[in-house]
Protein backbone atom coordinates (compact mmCIF):
# COMPACT_ATOMS: atom_id res chain seq x y z
CA UNK A 1 0.00 0.00 0.00
CA UNK A 2 0.97 3.20 -0.90
CA UNK A 3 -0.07 6.65 0.98
CA UNK A 4 -0.61 9.32 -1.36
CA UNK A 5 -1.01 12.72 -0.16
CA UNK A 6 -1.55 11.86 3.50
CA UNK A 7 -4.80 10.85 2.96
CA UNK A 8 -4.84 8.29 0.03
CA UNK A 9 -4.08 4.56 0.27
CA UNK A 10 -3.57 3.19 -2.66
CA UNK A 11 -2.43 -0.57 -3.04
CA UNK A 12 1.02 -0.78 -4.81
CA UNK A 13 -0.58 -3.19 -7.81
CA UNK A 14 -2.75 -0.49 -9.17
CA UNK A 15 -0.36 2.00 -8.84
CA UNK A 16 2.45 -0.01 -11.05
CA UNK A 17 -0.72 -0.78 -13.30
CA UNK A 18 -1.06 2.38 -14.05
CA UNK A 19 2.32 3.56 -14.34
CA UNK A 20 2.60 0.81 -16.85
CA UNK A 21 -0.43 2.01 -18.92
CA UNK A 22 0.30 5.79 -18.80
CA UNK A 23 4.05 4.28 -20.55
CA UNK A 24 2.01 2.49 -22.56
CA UNK A 25 -0.68 5.23 -24.15
CA UNK A 26 -0.09 6.18 -27.36
CA UNK A 27 0.44 9.71 -26.67
CA UNK A 28 3.51 12.40 -25.58
CA UNK A 29 1.30 14.17 -23.31
CA UNK A 30 -2.28 14.35 -21.21
CA UNK A 31 -4.37 16.64 -19.93
CA UNK A 32 -6.11 15.90 -16.97
CA UNK A 33 -9.22 15.79 -17.96
CA UNK A 34 -7.78 13.11 -20.12
CA UNK A 35 -6.11 11.25 -17.52
CA UNK A 36 -9.30 11.46 -15.48
CA UNK A 37 -11.59 9.99 -18.58
CA UNK A 38 -8.97 6.95 -19.14
CA UNK A 39 -9.08 5.38 -15.68
CA UNK A 40 -12.24 6.84 -14.65
CA UNK A 41 -11.02 8.88 -11.82
CA UNK A 42 -12.49 12.06 -10.02
CA UNK A 43 -9.98 14.82 -9.89
CA UNK A 44 -9.49 14.56 -6.32
CA UNK A 45 -8.23 11.43 -6.78
CA UNK A 46 -6.46 11.78 -10.32
CA UNK A 47 -4.18 14.90 -9.02
CA UNK A 48 -2.50 13.01 -6.15
CA UNK A 49 -1.96 10.05 -8.76
CA UNK A 50 -0.48 12.24 -11.62
CA UNK A 51 1.78 13.54 -8.66
CA UNK A 52 3.00 10.48 -7.78
CA UNK A 53 3.80 10.07 -11.41
CA UNK A 54 5.42 12.96 -11.67
CA UNK A 55 7.58 12.28 -8.20
CA UNK A 56 8.58 8.48 -9.58
CA UNK A 57 9.89 10.58 -13.13
CA UNK A 58 7.29 8.74 -15.17
CA UNK A 59 5.20 12.18 -16.02
CA UNK A 60 6.90 16.03 -15.39
CA UNK A 61 4.03 18.56 -15.47
CA UNK A 62 4.07 21.18 -18.29
CA UNK A 63 1.58 23.81 -18.02
CA UNK A 64 -1.74 21.85 -17.64
CA UNK A 65 -0.26 18.74 -19.35
CA UNK A 66 2.08 15.91 -18.32
CA UNK A 67 4.50 15.23 -20.42
CA UNK A 68 5.48 11.08 -20.72
CA UNK A 69 9.10 10.36 -19.55
CA UNK A 70 9.70 7.37 -22.09
CA UNK A 71 12.91 5.60 -21.12
CA UNK A 72 15.26 6.69 -23.60
CA UNK A 73 12.32 9.61 -25.45
CA UNK A 74 15.02 12.43 -23.80
CA UNK A 75 11.75 14.80 -22.80
Do not use: C, N, Y
Request: aromatic share 8%; proline share 3%.
Amino acid sequence: MRRLEGRFLIHSAVLDEVRRSVLEWDTASFSVGQFKERFGLTRKLAIPILEWLDSERVTRRRGSERIILRPGSGA
